[in-house]
């Protein structure tokens, strides 16, 4: 049995969508740009929002919604945890007086400033560069990931033992039709399956590595696996650039070898683009003594000596 991301954090990539590129340009495009409408003919089929613009039609970008991100404690992927502001969907305003939203339905007639604005907004590793205000901490709740916890549920009349998984805060201060709150904690069963519930059927039990963590308390693992992927999940790993070529793609000979002399703890495997199978991406652990034994793990996995 392998000591890689198998035991750390076997992570999925899909192909770019039309959604993501979307995305993008809504990073891109600023108040005054001027855009053409281009339609999805299936997008077109389910919607009246376009029945009169026909593709070809131009506009202006006149404004964008207020989008508000959770960035969770776990998994950390990019940003701390925290909440953050950064542009939503596009507005575009009509010549005949309209304002329709973008959607994923425009692009802008100046590529030349599209490219331009592209290449000022990406790092040193081509991933473009979102700009987003952080407005503060996350919300205050009473159960944070990872916490062990009894729910009680009043229609079926029993009590469960689970974890809590994640927290929708869009949803906190929500209330279903009824008037009932809305269930914005996740909880995961031993056994595999998650279900929603609200925060009057839980009760504390024990706090979790998540809590423990954020507040300094001692934190504890049934073993180096656990120990390792939670350390990933809370963003204490730096992904590395292969030196071979540039990019944070590795084969499995170079990873190992990095791993051999110390520049590299582990590696994680993820699917590749457009079917070009598993891609390897090395990790280095900010903290050295369990980097140093992570990679360890890892080599003797494939019987190698450390």
Known sequence: MLFDFELLWLKTSTSTTKLEVAMTLTQLLQIGDEVVFKVDPEHRAWTNTYKDVPDGTKGIVCGFSDAIIYEPRVPVLVDQPGVYHQKGAVSVWLKDGRVVPGDRSIEMVDKNQEKRRDAALRGADGMLRTERVRLGDLPETKFWEQDKVRVRFPNKREERVVTVDCIDYHH????????????????????????????????????????????????????????????????????????????????????????????????????????????????????????????????EGFGIAA
């Open 172 to 299: 906190m201060h929500k209330r279903r039709d009824d008037g009932s709150p809305w269930p914005f904690y996740d909880v995961r069963y031993a056994e595999g399956g998650t279900t929603s519930v609200e925060e009057s059927w839980v009760e504390l039990i024990e706090r979790g590595n998540v809590w423990k963590y954020h507040n300094n308390q001692s934190l504890s693992f049934a073993d180096l696996k656990e120990e390792a992927s939670f350390f990933q999940l809370v963003g204490q790993t730096e992904e590395m650039r292969n030196p071979a070529n540039g990019y944070y793609s590795w084969t499995e000979e170079e990873v190992l070898d990095a791993i051999k002399n110390g520049t590299v703890h582990g590696f994680s495997v993820s699917s590749g683009f457009f079917g070009s199978g598993p891609r390897i991406n090395a990790h280095r652990y900010k903290n050295e003594a369990l980097g140093k034994r992570v990679a360890k793990a890892t080599l």
